[in-house]
């Protein structure tokens, strides 16, 4: 099922705001009609009584009989009308019909007995007819008589299509205007978004200025403070990123140089006394290279948005510390250091990503292991509720350097080997992608040094 796609913001606007006026002025038209009808119809209702009382006026009884005592010139003025139609009727329950028009049907069975003045509806000859019934007594020993004055309706109608064209047309202008002018106020205040459009529109990939909003309403100056607010993080990922480049390359510029000398050195020699030395070399730096790319890679991999936390899972901090330092026992016998664990004594569950807390354990021991005092200890602890702590016994960090250890290539002066400075930026880098903490416990320059990471409890 294909779905709907969804409206534009000009048409919701325009719809939410035309559709309740058309709306009210459709009531208001009912309504308007009603009312006209109810008016047309006291009115000429009033009218039509005065008739009946005028014909009553001229009933009277002889010798017993009523009779109608109406001159023929006051009965053509009775009848006379340019527009309707007037019917009457008199009759009595003693005599029956008396006097008018014998078309017109007696009296609805549901009003053959009231008394005093009744209006209703009815029909003569196949054409609508307002009646007034009155039963007036006419003598003292004489029956009551009925008397029946109907109408058609024209003249209501007229009047009633009057006030309709007097009230709704008027409306439906004032509607219409009213249409007009909110279709191009909601144009006028959706420039601004069209303007911010066009200015996204032909921004490019690099320009990631702030967007103007003083123009825009402030209903949408949220929007474009988010927009403004993720362009600001997005240019300090790239500032970040390209720096990184930046580095990279120059820090991958120097072991390829050197394995390109030494090879060239190895081309030129002519006996194996001479090649072993340039071998020897070219395996130190393929050996630096291959490290260095490998922290490059974790470190790419670890950049903020680069790993999804959704794919974390539930990982046992014990272990994992406990299987990545076994790993290291050999480099830390090379120079005679002595790597101990000391685990918890139950589980220590955080949510994480393997791999990634590998690298981190990883790079906290060498690190500990390429600074460390030769022949000194290396203690890799697992506390709950989830800390872990790589603690050495070498010279330590001064107090100048302890907030530059955690950026990228960066090497303290004096430092041995051949490091790149980027196993404590990985620490870092992966810390934080996890939630995690990190603290430097360093109390003084050789005293040793240890690295706490502390996660989020799950």
């Not at 008589?145 to 309709?164: A, D, P, S």
């Not at 000391?342 to 569950?349: F, L, M, N, Y």
């Amino acid at each position: 099922m294909r779905a709907t796609p969804p409206l534009s913001l000009r048409r919701q606007l325009l719809l939410r705001l035309l559709v309740p006026m058309v709306t009210l002025f459709v009531f208001g038209a009912a309504a308007s009609y009603y009312i006209a009808l109810e008016f047309a119809n006291s009115a000429y209702d009033r009218a039509l009584y005065d008739s009946a009382r005028s014909l009553a006026q001229q009933i009277k009884v002889v010798n017993g009989r009523t009779v109608v005592d109406l001159p023929r010139a006051a009965l053509e003025m009775f009848e006379w009308d340019d527009l309707d139609t007037t019917y009457y009727r008199i009759s009595s329950k003693a005599e029956g019909f008396v006097f008018g028009h014998k078309e017109m049907p007696n009296l609805p069975a549901a009003l053959q007995d009231a008394e005093g003045t009744r209006y209703y509806d009815d029909s003569i000859l196949d054409r609508g007819v307002r009646v007034v019934a009155l039963l007036l007594p006419v003598g003292p020993n004489s029956s009551p008589v009925r008397i029946q004055v109907g109408e058609t309706r024209n003249k209501r109608t007229l009047l009633v299509k009057e006030i309709l064209l007097t009230v709704v047309l008027p409306q439906g202008l004032l509607i219409a205007l009213a249409g007009i002018l909110v279709w191009f106020g909601v144009a006028s205040a959706l420039v601004p978004l069209s303007l911010l459009e066009k200015e996204i529109e032909t921004r490019t990939h690099r320009d990631l200025s702030p967007l103007p909003d003083s123009a825009v309403p402030v209903e949408v100056r949220p929007l474009t403070h988010a927009i403004n607010d993720l362009m600001q993080r997005l240019g300090q990922t790239l500032s970040v990123q390209h720096r990184f480049i930046a580095d990279a390359a120059h820090q991958l510029r120097t072991p390829i140089a050197g394995l390109k000398i030494q090879i060239e050195r190895a081309l030129h020699s002519d006996s194996m006394d001479e090649i072993r030395p340039a071998l020897s070399q070219l395996q130190s730096s393929a050996e630096r290279v291959a490290h260095l790319s490998n922290q490059l890679l974790t470190l790419a991999r670890a950049e903020p948005g680069a790993n999804d936390p959704a794919r974390f899972t539930d990982i046992d901090l014990n272990a994992i510390a406990r299987e990545t330092g076994m790993h290291w026992v050999p480099r830390a016998l090379e120079r005679n250091i002595d790597l101990g664990f000391a685990g918890s004594d139950r589980p220590v569950r955080i949510r994480g990503d393997a791999l990634l807390l590998q690298e981190l354990i990883s790079n906290l021991i060498d690190n500990a292991v390429r600074y460390g005092r030769e022949g000194g200890s290396i203690t890799v602890s697992v506390t709950a509720p989830a800390q872990i702590t790589v603690e050495d016994d070498g010279p330590g960090i001064p107090e100048d350097e302890r907030n530059k250890v955690f950026e990228r290539f960066h090497r303290m002066p004096g430092s041995p080997g051949d490091g790149s400075g980027l196993g404590l930026a990985i620490v870092r880098e992966i810390a934080q992608a996890h939630g995690a903490q990190v603290r430097l416990d360093n109390p003084a320059a050789g005293s040793g040094t240890g690295i706490q990471i502390t996660f989020p409890r799950i």
